[in-house]
Nanobody, 116 residues
Framework: QVQLVESGGGWVQPGNSLRLSCAAS????????MGWYRQAPGKQRELVATFRGGNNVEYGDSVKGRFTISRDRARTSVFLQMNSLNVNDTAVYYC??????????WGPGTQVTVSS
């Protein structure tokens, strides 16, 4: 079993920044890649940023140039630096991990609210 826990969400005014963290625990040897997704009210969950094979990274179109994903050397934690936030970034942000069994694990999510 792999468990994911996110932290760092909150309220921020437009134009400001937030940094999200996600830590994996348990059977972390089974984790192949980690990333971030988000879901806004009334919308489908969408990709924010994720590591793919090796050091490849994929970003959602709406966050390119503003968000940066990173990870620790052990590859058991991922971080999301979010800059130039706008109201459209308001959502629940979920950490996700792909495993060697091709299953996907989700964290409970952390709320990010951008408003003035």
């Amino acid at each position: 079993q792999v468990q994911l826990v996110e932290s760092g969400g909150g309220w921020v005014q437009p134009g400001n920044s937030l940094r999200l963290s996600c830590a994996a625990s348990g059977s972390v040897a089974y984790v192949t890649a980690m990333g971030w997704y988000r879901q806004a009210p009334g919308k489908q969950r969408e990709l924010v940023a994720t590591f793919r094979g090796g050091n490849n990274v994929e970003y959602g179109d709406s966050v390119k140039g503003r968000f940066t994903i990173s990870r620790d050397r052990a590859r058991t934690s991922v971080f999301l630096q979010m800059n130039s936030l706008n109201v459209n970034d308001t959502a629940v942000y979920y950490c996700s991990a792909a495993t060697v069994t091709r299953s996907r694990i989700w964290g409970p999510g952390t709320q990010v609210t951008v408003s003035s």
